[in-house]
């Protein structure tokens, strides 16, 4: 974890915040790393139960008058010895960017295919430098000061260092709720760097600038299915192989579907040598499903067993959340990552794949195809996707999913979905982000929807958090489904190579995970898991039923005041006196997530130790 202050003047640095700032991102086991250059101060953390060491985050270049920092790792080393002519295998992370800041200045990020969060101080300047990956695989966040900026990887900790007593910013926190700007920070002054986005900062001010433009890539029409399945087959396979450290000890998610599933499987092969490769799974394994249903869990273990890998899954009970919920700041309330990551650590797991980021590219779905294919007169192609056999549904999809979201029209429907989750919202407060709701309901193509879906920036929501959590926890990410590479190639697929049938969407992974997955997880309908949703349906009321009691404690708690507390306790009243109350689960969902809030501003609000 990274954290520092530069000042345009020297004399104007503050070790009190920088105090604050690093006690505030310190966890238990951390070792700290001091670091004063010049204009720059500030430091960085390491885990011991990661391999990183000093030279992984810090180089300075005496030189050349340059202070590198860096979080996450660079991966195409070998593309960019080719392109600079000259040998680079032997430098560490930031001594390989100094290098290329040398000879480039900021146009190196160009280059880079990783994920990372860098920060350059060239000292003859007297200029900072901050950059984020593509993706937002690491997290990175600034703030302005007078003269000075201040930065750092842990959010939170950011944002708690300059809180001052100010209502919380809640919007970043209730994004389950209603579509929000999640590029905000529950501190107003503390500003995300966007992914594929740097920052310059110097005396005459702060410039950023975009270096990633994926919107520029172009639909290529010459493309066949069959090359699409060999060019990404080939991309993921040394996707996954070039985030393979073999100086960790590697685990990956695994579920039920493809996504994460076939990363598990190829990951495996890349760690041969390693003798036991655990998957870990969130579906738990005290639970049944209601009905005669499929259970995930039996697709996980078919999956594991054909790639070699040992299952593992989550215990769940009820009384669990009691500290689960109050660790809501350092879990960012993914509680059941949580309970992954505790028992990782008891496998002395310290490297995890994640399939995360497939839904939205190599496996996507079919929103915005039947828009390409109508729009570009590819109606063979429509039909094979949707039969004659079924006019109602023809005509459904052309109204809903190709006309209305093209002419930017968003049903009432979609809008009444969310009102009623936020039913104990206030009135002023149920607002949606505009541009982000617009993102999921208004499109011409699918393309034009799988950029929307990068730019309203759910999926660095999560890396980020787990790059944080998973940091303090002897955890590392690694995201083979997101490499810029794939989701470059998959931007200039035409939609009419991603049509099979009319039973299967999603058919790259499917064909590319042959030999690889059972044919069971390969042709599988659906991604629910009956188990994981059994347990919840359980022990929601359950869970509730610990914290009922505390409605007075949130009523207090200024940080809610979004929550109409009326209405809220009126509906509580009819729960308490009829259990047969028919809104009880949606009744004690609430009362669950009033609580991760109200233990999250708690954990905020907190005095820091200086």
């Known amino acids: ?108 990020v160009n280059e880079l295919n990783g994920d990372f969060a860098i920060v350059v101080y060239d000292a ?28 750092s990887t842990d959010i939170i900790g950011l944002c708690r260092a300059f809180y001052k007593g100010e209502r919380i910013n809640m919007d970043p926190i209730i994004s389950d709720y209603k579509p929000v700007d999640m590029t905000l920070t529950p501190n107003e002054r503390v500003l995300k760097l966007k992914p594929g986005h740097f920052l310059e900062f110097n005396a005459e001010g702060n410039i950023i600038k975009k270096y990633w433009e994926p919107e520029r890539v172009k639909t290529d029409n010459t493309l066949t299915q069959e090359q699409v399945f060999a060019e990404l087959k080939s991309l993921l396979e040394d996707s996954v ?3 393979s450290d073999q100086r960790f000890n590697a685990g990956a998610h695994v579920s039920g579907g493809f996504d994460s599933s076939i990363v598990a499987a190829l990951a495996r092969k890349e760690y041969k040598k390693q003798a036991v490769f655990y998957g870990y799974s969130w579906s738990p394994d005290n639970s049944l499903p209601e009905k005669l249903e499929l259970d995930e869990r039996d697709l996980v273990k078919q999956t594991c067993n054909m790639a070699g ?66 729009f570009n007169f590819h109606w063979k192609t429509f039909l094979k996707k949707n039969p004659l056999r079924n006019p109602k549904k023809i005509l459904t999809y052309l109204l809903y999913r190709v006309a209305l979201p093209a002419v930017n029209y968003i049903p009432p429907s979609v809008k009444k979905g969310y009102e009623s989750s936020l039913r104990f919202f206030k009135k002023g407060h149920r607002a949606f982000h505009q541009k982000t709701y617009n993102t999921y309901n208004c499109y011409r193509s699918r393309r034009g929807y799988q950029l929307g879906l990068l730019y309203n920036y759910h999926l660095s929501e999560r890396t980020e958090c787990w790059a944080i959590t998973g940091r303090k926890n002897g955890v590392e990410y690694r995201y083979p489904l997101l490499d810029k590479r794939i989701i ?77 507390f009326e209405l809220f306790e009126q509906e509580i009243k009819k729960f308490k006196e009829d259990r047969d109350y028919p809104q009880a689960k949606k009744l004690c969902a609430d009362i669950l997530a009033f609580k991760m809030f109200h233990e999250f501003t708690k954990s905020y609000q907190a005095a820091i130790d200086i």
């Open 124 to 151: 003859r300047k007297n200029t900072l430098f901050l950059c984020r990956d593509h993706v937002g695989i690491a997290p990175l966040v600034y703030t302005l000061d007078g003269q000075s900026l201040y930065f």
């Open 309 to 374: 890998i040992k299952p593992s899954f989550i215990h769940s009970e009820a009384n669990d959340f009691v500290e689960l919920m109050k660790n809501s700041i350092n879990s960012f309330m993914y509680f059941y990552e949580e309970k992954v990551l505790k028992i990782a650590q008891e496998h002395n797991t310290n490297l995890m794949f994640s399939g995360w980021g497939g839904d939205e590219f190599i496996s996507f779905g079919s929103m915005g195809v039947d828009s390409d294919l109508v």
């Open 241 to 243: 192989r070039i985030r």
């Open 488 to 564: 470059e190639y998959i931007l200039k697929v035409p939609s009419r190579v991603l049509v099979k049938d009319s039973k299967y969407t999603r058919i790259i992974l499917r064909e590319i995970s042959e030999g690889l997955l059972p044919e069971s997880v390969r042709w599988r309908l659906g991604k629910r898991d009956p188990a994981f949703f059994a347990i919840e349906k359980q022990r929601t009321i359950q869970k509730a039923l610990l914290f009922i009691d505390e409605i007075d404690a949130f009523k207090a708690n200024p940080d809610l005041y979004f929550i109409d």
């Open 1 to 108: 974890m990274l954290y520092g202050e530069f000042s345009i003047d020297v004399l104007s640095n503050n070790s009190g915040t920088l105090n604050r700032l690093r006690n505030v991102i310190k966890w238990e086991g951390c070792e700290h790393h001091q670091v004063v250059y010049k204009g720059f101060s500030g430091g960085f953390f390491l885990d011991t139960r990661l391999p990183f060491t000093i030279d992984d985050c810090l180089y300075i270049d005496t030189e050349n008058d340059l202070l590198i920092f860096i979080l996450g790792c660079i991966y195409n080393r070998a593309e960019i010895s080719q392109v600079i002519s000259a040998p680079i295998m032997h430098l560490t992370e930031p001594a390989l960017i100094a290098h290329l800041y040398a000879c480039q200045g900021m146009d190196f």
